[in-house]
Structure formats: C-alpha cells, structure tokens
C-alpha cells in the first residue's frame, strides 16, 4: 500500500512538471525598447530616456537650435528578435527611417501578430527665435531714421518719418541675426549684410530661415513724410570744384574731371547724371599744354551762358603741373554738351602759364560787366583778372592783367550784392582727406577792380602767407565731420529770396573724394556772407524752394 502511494504521489510531481513546462514554453515573453536614439542632420547622435513603466520616450537634455525635428533618423534596440516597431502601420527598421518628432509620435510595439504596447515619443529643444538682432540703414542720412524690430509682430519700422527728399530707392541695410547660421532671403534670394540693395519706398519682406528648417517673416516698412529736410554731403563721391547754372526750372552741375562731368537737378539736392547714363561733357579731351594729354585733367570748370551759348572755361593741369597748366574755352548750343572749342580756335586754349605769365595758372571764373567779358583766375600765385574779348572766346592783351589778391588764395567767384563785388576764394591745403586745412574766405570792393578788403579792411592783395591765420572773415571751414570745404559756386537765389552755395568737402568715410555739399548763405548786418556756424551745415530744417 505504502508503495502504491509513493508511486501515485511521484505521477502528480511528473505530471504538473511536464504541463508547467509546455506553459512555459508556450508563454509569450512582453517585449521592449530597451534604447532609442537619434541621428540629426549633422551627424551628432541623441540618446533619449526609455521609460519602460509609463511608456514614454523623451530627452533629457534640450537639444540644440539647429536640429531638424522634422527629418531625424532613428536608431533603436528591443529585447526579443520577434518584437516589431510600427509607426502609423509602417514597419520600422533601425537605422533605416527617418521621422518628423516636430509633435508626439507613437510607436506601436508587436510580437508577432500581438499588438503589447505603445510609447509615445516626446523630443523637446529651444524654439528658433529666427529673428534679427539688429537691422539698421548705414547710409549717413539714414542716422536718424533709425527703424525698430518688434519680434512679436515681425515689423520692422522707423518711428521719426523720413524727409521727402532723402532717397530711399536704393538703400544697403546691414543686419544681424539672433542665429548666426541663419539664412535671410527676400523673395527667395540670400541676403547678405551690407551688399543687397533694395527699393523702401514700399515693404520689403524678409524670411529667416534656421537650419533646423523653420523661418520667420518680417516687414521692413520705411515711413516717409511730405516735409523735405537738407542732409550734407548731397552726393557722396567725386564732385569737386563745382560750377553751376539755372536754366529755367532745372539746375546743371559740373565738377572737375578727367573730362569735366555734368549732372541735372530741379531742387540743387537731387542731381543725376547730364545725360541719362552718360555724365561727361567733352566727347574729346583738350588738349593745348606741353604735358602727356594722358596725365592731365580738366580742373575746377565754370559755367556760363550768353550770345545763345553755353560756354565754359575750365583748366587743364596735372598735379604739380603749374608751369606747364593752363585755360581754355569750350561751348555748346545745349547745358548737356557737348562742349567744343569755339570756332576758329582748335585746341579751345586761352592761354597757358608761361604765356600769361601766371605760374599755376588754373580756377577760372567769367565775369560781365558794363558790356565787358573778363576772367579771373589763380592758384597760390595770386589771383588775377584780366578782360576778354567781346565774344569772351578770347584775352582782348595777355600783357594787361591786373593783381586782385595774394599769393595765399585760388578758386576765385565773384558775387554781386547790393553795392559790392565779393570776392569767394579758398585757401590752405585742398587735397589731404579730413586733414585738410581748406577753407573759404571772403573779400569786398565797390569796384569789380578792387581793392578787395577783408572785415578788418586790408587790401587782399597783401596775403602772401600760406594759410594765413590772421584773415577774417572765414565763410565756412572744417571739423570733426567735414574736412577741406572749399571752390564754392556761384551763389543761388531760391524762389524764396534764400541763398545757397554749392562746395566740396571730404567726410570720414576712408575715401579720398571730395564730396557735393550744400549750405544756405546768411549776410550779417554788415553785409558779410555767414555759413552756419562757420563750419558745413549737417542738417538743416529748410531746403531750396524753387516753383
């Protein structure tokens, strides 16, 4: 019996053996992700948090700006060769698909056919500002007008209006982003700061795009008003010695060149070139000294018009050419040109130095008077006046000039007002950038003869000294901003009785150009011509008015 019931006892150990064996072997282990990474567009691999309880995948860390949530490729291990990853019913393979984590992605996890869990799959970084740091207009009259970025709205606009007459067709903004390796377009073209030109009198819309894909618009909307403002220098670049005449409504400029450059303008503000796409007015230069016609320019023109003609006398010289340099004539039926030498006269010479007996004979300026032509002229070796013939294209005697002011002067303009002749001359060195001690000086006589005295009543014909630092009155001299003003026009009578002188002068840009200004002329209660504070005007709150 006993024996019976060690062998009943030993078949129920066996028997639940052999079925806690097959239940075992036909249970299904629960798979898992056991780890989860990401590739980004550079290559840097991101390790996530794996968290097997709630069933979420997550990074710890942020990661960095420029990943592209939207393109990463993902690598994952499980733990069971029969686990299978889906992702929106689509078989995943790692190391082999790449997903957009810009929101919540869930992976669906089988074994075999048996669907066991979901994870989703949650990837955080810092939200691309995609913004401008700065964006500004370097141009110099552009300073106060400034506009503001307002990175909630993506506008960009200038809070004090813009004056009427600055030009905002061609503006150059410099900016720059909150990431540098953003990419600023407009219209789908790359920007770069400082080199794209663009039209403000409407909105320009500028995209950022971050490398990781995402972009931001903003809308630069430049605000421009119906009141006209003066900004100095009116043109920025080579425009020195000008002359100028009106004719009717519309105003033309000439400036020193290798062949004298023209320009037009209805306002003395605005002046684009003479002709369109052409600013030269001689198709040939003149050529009447004994220099190499490649080395020498046509200096300091002046303007005139009379007989029907436009005339224009002009220098030609080179850089220490003044034994050699000298005057001549050029007309034209029509401002534009082209200027050519009168008839009978083949080269257009009046004269040169050695003939008239002028060292550094340059800076010509006609006048009219009492039915006579005459031209004054000189350059540091006095200043000088001599008559012309009755058609001006010629000197009536080379031998008889008369002595007008000393040695320290050049570019003379004569100005009539009331009962004066003024005598404009500049003085000290014209041509070292902001270093230049060039300034404008002024004299007067009752007889266009002279004697030309200054405010203390000494006879001009007595500065000899280089610069000389006891003249007054000084019209307009150099500061911190401008450097060298000097060879004013003629003065300009605006349709409101205001007059204005056109000059040049350097500004501390790095260029050695002299640069177009423009200043209102002031007369003191004695008659002498003033020019702000006696240093060029910036800005001014009027402008020529001309209806």
Same mark, same amino acid.
């Given at each position: ?24 072997e ?16 550079k290559?840097?691999?991101?390790i996530l948090?794996?968290d ?23 690598e ?6 029969d686990?299978?990853?889906k ?12 997903n957009?984590?810009s929101?919540e ?6 074994v ?15 939200k691309?500002?995609?913004?401008f740091q ?6 110099k009259?552009?300073e106060?007008?400034q ?38 377009k ?19 819309t ?31 670049g ?18 020193t ?24 007015v ?18 300091a ?20 050419g ?6 001549? %004539? #050029?007309? &034209?039926?029509?401002?534009? $040109? =082209?200027f050519?030498?009168? +008839? *009978? ?17 340059i ?47 050049e ?25 230049s001690?060039?300034?404008?000086? %002024? #004299?007067? &006589?009752?007889?266009?003869? $002279? =004697?030309?005295?200054?405010? +203390? *009543? ?7 000294a ?22 004013n026009?003629r ?9 204005w ?39 001014m ?7």
């Amino acid at each position: 019996m006993k024996r019976i019931f060690i062998y009943q006892l030993f078949l129920i150990v066996f028997t639940s053996h052999i079925y806690s064996c097959k239940d075992s072997e036909n249970k299904i282990t629960e798979g898992e992700i056991t780890n989860f990474s990401v590739w980004d567009q550079k290559s840097v691999n991101h390790i996530l948090h794996v968290d097997n309880v709630n069933n979420v995948i997550s990074n710890r860390e942020e990661l960095p700006t420029y990943v592209n949530l939207k393109e990463l490729l993902v690598e994952f291990k499980v733990n069971n060769a029969d686990v299978i990853l889906k992702l929106n019913g689509k078989v995943q393979q790692s190391g082999g698909n790449k997903n957009d984590f810009s929101k919540e992605c869930v992976y669906d996890l089988y074994v075999g056919d048996i669907k066991q869990k979901s994870y989703t799959v949650k990837i955080t970084k810092p939200k691309s500002s995609n913004s401008f740091q700065t964006f500004t207009f370097p141009e110099k009259q552009m300073e106060q007008y400034q506009p503001a970025i307002n990175t909630e709205t993506g506008e960009i606009s200038n809070e004090n209006e813009i004056p009427s007459n600055i030009d905002i067709t061609s503006l150059q903004p410099e900016f720059t982003t909150s990431e540098k390796s953003s990419v600023v377009k407009v219209n789908g073209v790359v920007q770069k700061s400082g080199n794209a030109r663009h039209d403000f009198t409407k909105p320009i819309t500028y995209s950022i795009e971050g490398e990781d894909g995402t972009s931001r618009q903003y809308t630069v909307t430049l605000k421009q008003g119906d009141q006209a403002i003066l900004t100095n220098p009116v043109i920025v670049g080579s425009y020195a010695d000008p002359t100028v005449i009106r004719v009717g409504k519309e105003f033309y400029l000439y400036v020193t060149s290798g062949r004298v450059r023209g320009y037009k303008s209805t306002d003395l503000i605005n002046w684009p070139r003479i002709g369109g796409s052409k600013s030269e007015v001689f198709d040939k230069r003149p050529d009447f000294t004994d220099d190499d016609v490649n080395d020498t320019g046509m200096w300091a023109p002046d303007i005139n018009y009379y007989d029907g003609k436009y005339v224009m006398y002009y220098a030609i010289s080179k850089w220490s050419g003044g034994a050699t340099c000298g005057i001549g %004539v #050029g007309v &034209s039926d029509k401002p534009e $040109g =082209p200027f050519v030498p009168p +008839a *009978g006269n083949s080269n257009g010479k009046l004269f040169v130095s050695t003939e008239i007996g002028v060292h550094n004979s340059i800076d010509p300026c006609f006048v009219e008077e009492d039915g006579k032509r005459y031209l004054f002229w000189g350059s540091f070796y006095g200043i000088y006046m001599i008559e012309l013939t009755a058609d001006g294209m010629a000197v009536k005697d080379l031998t008889k000039k008369t002595l007008i002011a000393g040695k320290s002067f050049e570019a003379p303009y004569i100005h009539k007002r009331g009962k004066y002749y003024y005598l404009f001359v500049s003085t000290g060195a014209c041509c070292e950038g902001m270093t230049s001690s060039y300034k404008v000086m %002024v #004299g007067r &006589s009752e007889s266009l003869s $002279g =004697p030309y005295l200054n405010k +203390a *009543g000494t006879d001009m014909k007595t500065f000899d000294a280089w610069n000389p630092s006891n003249y007054q009155p000084i019209v307009v001299r150099g500061d911190a901003t401008f450097g060298g003003p000097g060879h004013n026009s003629r003065i300009i009578t605006d349709d409101n009785g205001v007059d204005w002188m056109l000059y040049h002068a350097y500004i501390d840009n790095g260029s050695s150009q002299r640069n177009l200004m423009l200043d209102r002329v002031k007369w003191d209660d004695a008659g002498w011509p003033i020019i702000g504070n006696g240093t060029p005007s910036y800005s001014m709150s009027i402008v020529p008015v001309f209806k």
